[in-house]
């Protein structure tokens, strides 16, 4: 079981806007700015879209933002398009004792 | 520009101890803010963090796999090793090498990525 809760999927049709969210707790999400969303490709390896919450690397398109309210934060992606299609995963940093970097479970996107 | 990449073997038995290597360009470990981290993908499942190493030599685990896990870095040879042990057949995944960065206002992410192993763990 991942330590930040994310819905297994979503969809959504060209040009809509669909929303991830990811629950963590007060050692994780709901403590620190660290959040970061990551795109996943089948077969290929994770690209980071945002950074601390709600910041994009550059090459990333506007239509991705991030959010963050109490111990949930969420990535919403605004005028989809075919190759939106892919795996979310998001990313904390966590004072836990258990760990330091925790991952959601994952959610699939399909533009329909 | 930056780039890592993964090697070690496609497949090891079990009990045996696997041992990966990162081998990254386009920036140094020894660099404040710099960091590794080893990652793991099961067949269809999610993420999983493993372990992380800083510039300054400290080393984080995952608690539950703490006891099997080691992470070193050779900062003369650009590289940073992974050592597993008592390997099972539910450790076969796809292994993957991301930089952390620390920035100077306390941001944290991976921000490049290897293009991971896949590893199987089969007798």
């Known amino acids: 079981q991942s330590a930040l809760t994310q819905p297994p999927s979503v969809s959504g049709s060209p040009g809509q806007s669909v929303t991830i969210s990811c629950t963590g707790t007060s050692s994780d999400v709901g403590s620190y700015n660290r959040v970061s969303w990551y795109q996943q490709p089948p077969g290929t390896a994770p690209k980071l879209m945002i950074y601390?919450?709600?910041n994009r690397p550059s090459g990333v398109p506007d239509r991705f933002s991030g959010s963050k309210s109490g111990n949930t934060a969420s990535l919403t992606i605004s005028g989809l398009q075919a190759e939106d299609e892919a795996d979310y995963y998001c990313s904390s940093y966590t004072s836990s004792s258990t760990s330091y970097v925790v991952f959601g479970g994952g959610t699939k996107l399909t533009v329909l | 520009q930056v780039t890592l990449r993964e090697s070690g073997p496609a497949l090891v038995k079990p009990t045996q101890t696997l041992t990966l290597t990162c081998t990254f360009s386009?920036?140094?470990?020894?660099?404040?803010?710099?960091?590794v981290s080893w990652i793991r993908q099961p067949p269809g499942k999610a993420l999983e963090w493993l372990a992380l190493?800083?510039?300054?030599?400290?080393?984080y685990y995952s608690t539950s796999l703490k006891t099997r896990l080691t992470i070193s870095k050779d900062t003369s040879k650009n590289q940073v090793v992974l050592t597993m042990t008592n390997m099972d057949p539910v450790d076969t995944a796809t292994y993957y090498c991301?930089?952390?960065?620390?920035?100077?206002?306390?941001?944290?992410?991976?921000?490049?990525w290897g293009q991971g192993t896949l590893v199987t763990v089969s007798s």
């Open positions: 190493i800083d510039w300054d030599d400290d080393k």
């Open positions: 386009g920036f140094s470990l020894s660099t404040s803010g710099m960091c």
């Open positions: 601390e919450v709600s």
């Open positions: 991301a930089r952390y960065t620390i920035s100077a206002a306390g941001n944290r992410y991976h921000d490049y």
